[in-house]
């Protein structure tokens, strides 16, 4: 019988560290594998029926593909629950490919395996990515033709992105010649994020039109929040029916530090997807604003926020995100409608008591 064997890669840019383990758990090879599709193919085929152990990051994805269409078992670790590589005194490439082997030869739930995303989910994230970076950009820009008329004591009034290059007769002359040129970028940005918005749109409708129907019910939750939280999560399913794994999977509950009588209060642990978390607090930061309407999500947010205290707005909008995930978790699991204020739940804040209820079904405004 052909002895069964274990690889533990470790992905650089330029080339991978490989190092492979017999049916004993004895490393047999080790070897660099330059980082193109021919020399990762011609090395795994020398490795039939093998189990491949590789680590989240920019090149997982084509690896993944690659190796199981070739009849590998492939085990996807996720980068950030592998302490016993990340910790490692004596980290290197050719160490880490072997502790991989090691773990995925002796205990392969150690390595937290994940499933990487379909390409419909990828397509979103990608077109979200994309326009993301452009929006970054624009916002960059905006930020540093107001630095350079605060140095000379002219503070630009507030105004959206879209309308700022509208502002050039207020700019003052000592900056206008500089900025002149940034304008016109954040004019040619504007009509780039457009167009984003719009292929967006029909790919979120083509690929997940369903699921986008029941989130963007919501209101404060439009193409952009539904595309990146549809893609980050993937199939509602998988979640095991419990909606509050929204919370923990995309790094927006509390870090837990506990440890005797101690229990620190620490910072949420932001994993997952940032793009994704940083979405859901931008839509959070609507739902809590001055046209944000009347929900349980916005009375929750606005009772931590009175609280008062340092950060209290942050940890409300941040609480306001998590309990937005939680909620279109749940009506993707249960196919429902979104009410805005369930029975029962306590008045908004600042209101007299006994406020209307919603007449849609569902058990939406309950987590988190």
Not at 21 to 49: C, H, K, Q, Y
Request: charged share 25%; hydrophobic share 40%; proline share 4%.
């Amino acid at each position: 019988m052909k002895e069964h064997i274990t690889i533990g890669m470790d992905m650089g840019d330029k080339n991978h560290k490989a190092v492979a383990l017999g049916g004993d758990g004895r490393e047999s090879r080790r070897e660099e594998v330059a980082n193109t599709r021919e020399a990762m193919a011609a090395f795994l085929g020398g490795f039939p029926g093998a189990t491949l152990a590789i680590e989240t990051g920019t090149h997982c994805r084509w690896v993944c593909a690659l190796a199981s269409g070739m009849g590998l078992k492939v085990l996807v670790a996720n980068a950030r629950k592998v302490a016993l590589i990340t910790r490692n005194s004596r980290k290197s490439d050719w160490n880490d490919a072997a502790m991989l082997a090691d773990i995925a030869y002796a205990k392969p739930s150690l390595l937290r395996p994940v499933s990487l995303r379909g390409a419909a989910d990828q397509r979103l994230m990608r077109l979200a990515k994309g326009r993301d970076a452009l929006v970054r950009c624009r916002t960059a820009i905006v930020n540093q033709v107001r630095g350079f008329c605060k140095a000379e004591g002219v503070r630009l009034r507030a105004c959206s992105p879209e309308a700022f290059p509208s502002l050039r007769g207020d700019i003052p002359e000592e900056a206008a010649d500089v900025s002149a040129h940034l304008l016109a970028t954040i004019k040619f940005l504007n009509g780039k994020i457009k167009r984003y918005d719009r292929i967006l749109e029909k790919a979120l409708g083509r690929l997940r039109g369903e699921d986008a129907d029941i989130v963007t019910q919501i209101p404060g939750v439009g193409t952009v929040t539904a595309a990146v939280f549809l893609a980050a999560i993937g199939d509602a399913g998988s979640f095991g029916g419990d909606a509050r794994a929204a919370g923990p999977f995309l790094g927006l509950v509390p870090k837990s530090g506990q440890s005797g009588d101690k229990d620190p209060q620490l910072r949420i642990s932001k994993e997952g997807n940032s793009l994704a978390r940083r979405t859901l607090v931008n839509s959070a930061s609507h739902i809590m604003g001055p046209f944000g309407k009347d929900s349980d999500l916005r009375r929750h947010g606005m009772r931590i926020a009175a609280r008062g205290g340092k950060n209290a707005k942050k940890r409300a909008r941040v609480a306001v995100a998590r309990r937005l995930a939680v909620t279109m978790l749940a009506m993707l699991r249960d196919r429902s409608d979104y009410r805005p204020i369930a029975e029962g739940s306590p008045p908004e804040w600042g209101a007299p008591s006994g406020g209307s209820a919603a007449t849609a079904g569902g058990r939406e405004g309950q987590g988190a």
